[in-house]
């Protein structure tokens, strides 16, 4: 009974602070991957480079790591075809 009380109360902490938690996360997952995809690209004799990432050697997806957000799919859309 207190096993399932700790952890009714790490759910609840958990969707309270939520927004907090998933900013670290980023924060943690984009160094994880900066780090790896430099090593990678070290061994594989490239450069790294942050913005394109086919340099390095690999593939990579960003919608694994983001959430979609259409307000700035729609302010990029709108930039790119003032650029055009």
Do not use: P
């Not at 430099?38 to 450069?47: E, M, P, Q, T, V």
């Amino acid at each position: 009974m207190v096993i399932w009380m700790c952890l009714f109360l790490l759910i609840i902490f958990m969707f309270i602070g939520e927004k907090f938690l998933v900013a670290i996360w980023r924060v943690i997952s984009n160094k994880v991957i900066h780090c790896c995809g430099s090593c990678c690209a070290k061994l594989n004799g490239r450069d790294y480079d942050m913005t394109d990432y086919s340099k390095a050697g690999f593939v990579y997806s960003d919608d694994i790591f983001y959430e979609l957000d259409f307000a700035q799919l729609y302010k990029k859309q709108k930039t790119y075809k003032k650029d055009k």
